[in-house]
């Protein structure tokens, strides 16, 4: 064995994140790049690439565009990963008048600029 190798052989990887998974699958999912799912949530290619790594876990705006983006029961995965549950969202909309697929989640321009 190698000396670089004996160095590392006992190295533990982290375990990659859940949500690391999911944000990948969603990207291929919706057929996008690493810049497409950025420019989609407002944060670079880069930023992306930290993400489906698990190096960096998204800020709750970025969660919530990314629950935005999917459209179907992951939404409620990654808007719960911004701090949302979907009991206390339920709870204080009015009575839905249209497909919860339709529904989406807006954060103001002074929030972003509060908690970015």
Same mark, same amino acid.
């Given at each position: 064995? %190698?000396?670089?190798?004996?160095?590392?052989? #006992?190295?533990?990887?982290?375990?990659?994140? %859940?949500? %690391?998974? %999911? !944000?990948?699958?969603?990207?291929?999912?919706?057929?996008?790049?690493?810049?497409?799912?950025?420019?989609n949530t407002g944060f670079s290619a880069m930023t992306v690439s930290r993400w489906e790594r698990g190096?960096? /876990?998204?800020?709750?705006?970025?969660? !919530?565009?990314?629950? #935005?983006?999917?459209? #179907?029961?992951n939404s409620w995965y990654f808007w719960e990963g911004a701090g949302l549950r979907s009991e206390d969202?339920?709870?204080?909309?009015?009575?839905?008048?249209?497909?919860?697929?339709?529904?989406?989640?807006?954060?103001?321009?002074?929030?972003? /600029?509060?908690?970015?």
């Amino acid at each position: 064995m %190698a000396l670089w190798q004996a160095k590392y052989a #006992n190295r533990k990887i982290p375990p990659h994140p %859940a949500w %690391a998974k %999911a !944000i990948r699958d969603l990207r291929l999912h919706l057929k996008l790049s690493q810049a497409g799912l950025g420019a989609n949530t407002g944060f670079s290619a880069m930023t992306v690439s930290r993400w489906e790594r698990g190096a960096q /876990e998204p800020p709750s705006q970025g969660y !919530i565009g990314l629950g #935005n983006l999917s459209r #179907n029961a992951n939404s409620w995965y990654f808007w719960e990963g911004a701090g949302l549950r979907s009991e206390d969202v339920m709870r204080v909309l009015p009575t839905l008048h249209f497909p919860l697929r339709d529904f989406e989640i807006v954060i103001p321009d002074s929030f972003e /600029e509060a908690h970015g």
